[in-house]
């Protein structure tokens, strides 16, 4: 324990005895009504440091008047808060370090910190950050705060920390000290009131007169945060006060237009484009409306922000004010983040990942010590609050980070969601959820995370977690099955034209029956519909066998008694799931019906879900084109939007959007058709059918091919191998030096199940700039374009051209001949994995006599890959 240095000082002899001395690593809080009753404490604090040979540092950074007078070896450090709660902590720190052990530091007020980010909890992180370190550093420092000014968070997150807390009242023109925490020191007169008289500090004992000065400022109750109002609540009750005397006739538009434009800084963006599209959509009322949704403070990230926002858009016309569902989520504001990370000693693990150089350096450790951390009470008792409001009704956990999903970055499939059944007892239902929160603040430091903001650059920016809690869409079937009839994913712009009739420009939905994960997670063994738009009768299958082949066969549903989620056949859900209306979702398979009843068989169910019912029955089709229309126009940018639909009994439905961002598409342009006689000896890949990206003409510089015939030989572990031999290959140019990459292989990239492709990650294949998947591992798999998945975004954000190649159909080759003659560079350019030579083979274009060009159609669904 730190032992009381009777060298060291306040300059005040009598504050010296009230407080049994300094220890080294003092930090000092004066709780004031006002700033002037700090400064009577500064002048014999600074003589003392002067007189003992400290350095003395003064951080000033408030709007008040300074403090400390510059020169007679005061060090002044002029620091702007605005800059942001991380550059701000920075330098401070960068001084603390360069002045080294010891030294008397003077810090501005603190209360202005909390206007200048518009957070008392960020005012609480900041301390519980830097006092510590000026404990360690063995310095003193004073701290002036505003009495009654700051939330519980703050002022309990400050008194825990702090070493000693000193009260000061100013009564009949006298100044009286209370210390209520003075750390490792104690006195049987030490927690009294104290009156400043001449060069001494006199405790007082009559009760009367405690009892005057006390009772002269309100009193805060701080074991509760419902008493206090900080900087983030007075500003929300500012607004609604203002908002009610506007409606009475009384309000100052001018005064209300600044307090908007502050919360929307406050709570939904400070990127300038977010915040003019929030400006415009969303209104002062909206913004009071999310303050009393929001658990913590802070911004609400991307996610919820596009939410809000596209329902606003579609709110402002009449009719799709009565065709949206209602929504009551709940948001958890970005700063809950940080303090969860400062609480479970997190920070500065965090901080090293700002370093492209050594990004994930203990990420593993951090992501595991995020999966145990601890919430403070307060927060807790909010989720508590959250919880009941939602009684047993399921919910979704949903990351809302402030780079997701705006403008330039997705962020798609790299945070983790995670559905809640919420059942059981009201403790059980509040482990489950803080372990989804735990979940998707740990999928922060996951590696593939991590890896996507090294790439794009961003891990230098701010990056905190917000959380959107959402009731999730759909109703309880049978005993024990909840989830929405539709679900599915939209774009106002279809990059996917396999039929001359479509219009890219009218969008596309890709569909599913049951929870939406399906369709925006890649499914191995499964498919969804994909629906033009503008000709939904349109499909890319050429057959009524393939439409039968290739329709989703399982359902994601939340299966209440198990509280989880589970994929279920979708005869099962449609047989415990009366009263559905079935002809909408699904065909009867004549043909399935008639075959089941020549034969006898009793528990044949000859439904096929096509959704043709939906498009023919309802004006769901012309409704989705609609809604992407409006929301692209109001963008001004393609739009990307998941949504759910439920029928009620009446036939009407009621569409949920839960989800809106900037679709990252890149227009192609009008390419030449390939030179026409091509011989097919120079022709590598001639591909018809499933070509996803933009049109393009280019260059093929180096050839990565992973031979089916070996490959599907291969035991299921060494597939695993493969994977990873693909990553290193796809990475073994110098930087600055990228070549353009044509990836070639069997079955599904990024599939879990080595048995249908190649388990690669895609960080092992974000430098290929286009990928073949060449359908050779089973006859009954073929590609499910992955429009709307998280595969699929990641593909767009890297301009990735993804092609099919059925080598068993007319028109399509794969002159696998040319690849197997040339020399392979895999042992040159790996030595280590030389072994694997037989499996996978690096052709580089220089060696097989010619220029290897690749021209890709979209609109025709047409790629061939030729020597020139």
């Not at 403008?407 to 798609?412: K, R």
Request: with cysteine; net charge negative; charged share 25%.
């Amino acid at each position: 324990m730190a032992q009381i240095d009777s060298h060291l000082s306040t300059g005040l002899g009598g504050l010296d005895r009230v407080l049994k001395g300094l220890i080294p690593g003092d930090n000092i809080v004066f709780h004031l009504e006002s700033i002037d009753d700090y400064r009577p404490f500064l002048a014999p604090y600074l003589q003392a440091a002067r007189r003992l040979g400290y350095p003395l540092i003064y951080f000033r950074f408030a709007r008040h008047a300074p403090l400390v007078e510059t020169g007679d070896g005061v060090e002044v450090h002029e620091l702007n808060p605005q800059a942001g709660f991380e550059a701000f902590l920075a330098e401070i720190h960068k001084t603390i370090e360069k002045t080294g052990h010891g030294g008397y530091y003077v810090f501005d007020c603190l209360s202005d910190l909390a206007a200048d980010w518009y957070s008392d909890q960020m005012l609480g992180n900041f301390f519980m950050l830097t006092c510590p370190y000026l404990y360690d550093m063995e310095a003193i420092a004073y701290f002036a705060l505003m009495r009654s000014a700051h939330s519980f968070q703050a002022a309990s997150a400050i008194a825990d920390t702090a070493q000693v807390l000193l009260d000061v009242y100013r009564h009949d023109g006298r100044l009286f000290v209370h210390p209520w925490k003075v750390q490792a020191r104690y006195s049987p007169t030490m927690h009294m009131l104290h009156v400043w008289e001449d060069d001494d500090f006199r405790p007082i004992t009559a009760s009367s007169t405690i009892a005057e000065v006390l009772t002269s400022v309100p009193w805060v109750r701080l074991e509760s945060s419902s008493y206090q109002l900080g900087v983030w609540n007075r500003t929300f009750l500012r607004a609604a006060e203002a908002i009610t005397a506007r409606q009475r006739g009384q309000g100052d538009e001018r005064a209300l237009d600044e307090l908007f434009d502050r919360l929307l800084r406050m709570a939904v963006s400070r990127d300038e484009r977010v915040l003019a599209l929030a400006r415009k959509h969303l209104t002062v009322e909206d913004i009071v409306e999310i303050g009393k949704r929001m658990v913590g403070t802070g911004l609400i990230g991307g996610k919820s922000v596009g939410m809000l926002v596209a329902r606003a858009i579609l709110r402002a016309h009449e009719r799709w004010n009565g065709l949206l569902e209602p929504h009551d989520s709940f948001f958890i504001g970005s700063d809950v983040f940080y303090t969860y990370l400062v609480r479970n000693g997190i920070w500065w693990v965090r901080e090293r990942q700002k370093d492209p150089a050594r990004f994930l350096e203990g990420s593993e450790r951090a992501r595991q010590r995020m999966l145990t951390g601890t919430f403070p009470d307060y927060i807790q008792a909010q989720f508590e609050d959250m919880l009941d409001y939602f009684g047993q009704s399921p919910i979704i956990v949903r990351s809302s980070s402030l780079l997701e999903d705006n403008f330039g970055n997705a962020f798609a499939g790299k945070y983790e969601s995670v559905f809640c059944a919420n059942q059981g007892p009201r403790h059980k239902r509040l482990d489950d959820f803080l372990s989804a929160v735990r979940t998707i603040y740990a999928s922060t430091m996951s590696e593939k995370a991590l890896a996507y903001r090294a790439q794009r650059g961003l891990l230098d920016l701010d990056e905190q977690m917000a959380l959107l809690v959402q009731r999730v869409s759909g109703a309880m079937y049978g005993h024990n099955l909840y989830y929405p009839q539709i679900a599915g994913v939209g774009f106002s712009f279809n990059p996917y034209v396999w039929n001359r009739r479509i219009d890219p420009k009218a969008g596309i939905v890709r569909l599913v029956f049951g929870l939406g994960t399906r369709a925006v997670d890649r499914s191995d063994d499964d498919y969804t519909r994909v629906v033009a738009l503008n000709a939904p009768e349109t499909r890319p299958e050429a057959s009524l066998d393939e439409v039968r082949q290739y329709s989703q066969r399982k359902v994601d549903v939340l299966d209440i008694e198990a509280n989880q989620l589970v994929s279920t056949a979708f005869p099962t859900v449609a047989g415990e799931s009366p009263g559905i209306p079935l002809d909408l979702f699904a065909s009867r398979d004549a043909e399935l019906a008639a075959r089941a009843e020549q034969t006898g068989a009793k528990d044949a169910f000859p439904w096929v879900l096509t959704f043709d019912g939906l498009f023919q029955q309802t004006p769901f089709v012309a409704d989705m084109r609609e809604m992407l229309a409006i929301l692209q126009r109001a963008y001004d940018f393609p739009v990307d939007v998941e949504f759910t639909a439920n029928f009620s009994d009446g036939g009407a439905y009621k569409i949920n959007v839960v989800q809106c961002r900037p679709l990252q598409i890149r227009g192609g342009g009008k390419i030449v058709d390939p030179p026409a006689g091509l011989p097919p000896q120079r022709v590598l890949v001639d591909a018809h059918g499933a070509v996803v990206g933009q049109s393009r003409l280019c260059d093929i510089e180096r050839v990565i091919y992973v031979v089916p015939g070996v490959y599907g030989h291969l035991p299921i572990a060494d597939r695993y191998t493969v994977a990873r031999v693909i990553g290193k290959l796809t990475h073994a140019d110098r930087p600055g030096e990228k070549k353009t990459i044509l990836l070639l292989g069997p079955g599904r990239w990024g599939t879990t199940t080595p048995s249908l492709g190649v388990p690669v990650r895609f960080s092992d294949i974000n430098t290929v700039s286009v990928l073949c998947e060449i359908v050779a591992m089973r006859d009954d798999l073929v590609p499910d374009v992955s429009l709307g998945t998280h595969f699929f975004s990641e593909l767009v954000e890297m301009d990735m051209l993804y092609f099919a190649l059925f080598p068993a159909k007319p028109e399509n080759a794969l002159n696998a001949p040319l690849l197997e003659a040339a020399p392979n560079r895999l042992a040159e350019l790996a030595p280590d994995l030389s072994d694997w030579a037989h499996a996978v083979r690096v052709v580089d274009a220089a060696d097989l006599g010619g220029t290897l060009r690749l021209n890709a159609n979209p609109l025709k669904q047409h790629v061939v890959c030729y020597l020139e």
